[in-house]
């Protein structure tokens, strides 16, 4: 079974610029996470997903960030424009239903703004 | 809202030492608690998985246990390798709302 997949694994660009990053869950996993990992931090959540459904997006800085999970499978996020501050990991996770169910995390993103 | 809190920052011990690293969480209605390993630059791999209404879970020479009741979950990892280097990250889960304490960032020297 392939796990959760990302790309990039790396990306440099310069702030005011556009990124975006991809996602693609574990084939049957309903819910999918995006978090935001600062160094030396534990990972923050940014958005949550229920099928295409975003039912928790309250620390998604809405004026420059993005999300979307088109046919409840794939999603992608967007910062537009990019600010050094967003220099950080971004990790996209899934899970199943219920409380046996674990997240499994995607090796995420390292973005760098300069 | 759930805060994670997880005691030590930071730990170094010889090889061969057994060791706990603790976890600590304000509310208690979770669905299950997660342990993570992270290694530099890289993603997080799940190391074990206590649902609520269990008290622990082994996994070769890891043991997690969880005490609902006190807000508290520990790792023990037996006979501490070169190799288990790595930042553990302590995961609770309260319906479908995880949230993370910032690691334990371990060194076990040869």
């Known amino acids: 079974e392939a796990g959760v997949v990302q790309s990039p694994r790396y990306k440099i660009i310069e702030k005011k610029q556009p990124v975006a990053f991809w996602c693609n869950p574990i084939?049957?996993?309903?819910?999918l996470y995006w978090y935001r990992q600062n160094l030396g931090q534990g990972p923050e959540l940014l958005i949550r997903?229920?099928?295409?459904?975003?039912?928790?997006d309250s620390q998604l800085p809405k004026d420059r960030f993005s999300a979307e999970r088109l046919k409840g499978v794939d999603s992608t996020l967007k910062i537009q424009p990019a600010e050094l501050g967003d220099s950080a990991v971004y990790l996209c996770?899934?899970?199943?239903?219920?409380?046996?169910?674990?997240?499994?995390f995607g090796s995420g993103t390292r973005l760098t703004v300069v | 809202k759930q805060e994670v809190t997880q005691i030590p920052a930071a730990l170094s011990v010889p090889e061969g030492e057994n060791l706990v690293l603790n976890c600590s969480f304000t509310?208690?209605?979770?669905?299950?608690l997660q342990w993570f390993r992270q290694d530099p630059g890289k993603g997080l791999t799940s190391l074990l998985l206590?649902?609520?209404?269990?008290r622990e879970q082994t996994s070769g020479r890891l043991n997690a246990s969880l005490d609902k009741s006190s807000g508290r979950s520990t790792l023990y990892i037996a006979a501490s390798q070169p190799g288990d280097s790595a930042t553990y990250l302590c995961?609770?889960?309260?319906?479908?709302?995880?949230?993370f304490g910032a690691g334990t960032r371990l060194t076990v020297k040869p």
């Open positions: 996770a899934s899970s199943g239903r219920g409380e046996e169910y674990g997240y499994t």
């Open positions: 084939s049957g996993h309903n819910t």
């Open positions: 997903y229920e099928n295409e459904e975003a039912v928790d």
């Open positions: 509310d208690s209605a979770i669905y299950n």
């Open positions: 206590i649902q609520s209404s269990q």
């Open positions: 995961a609770v889960n309260n319906n479908n709302d995880m949230r």
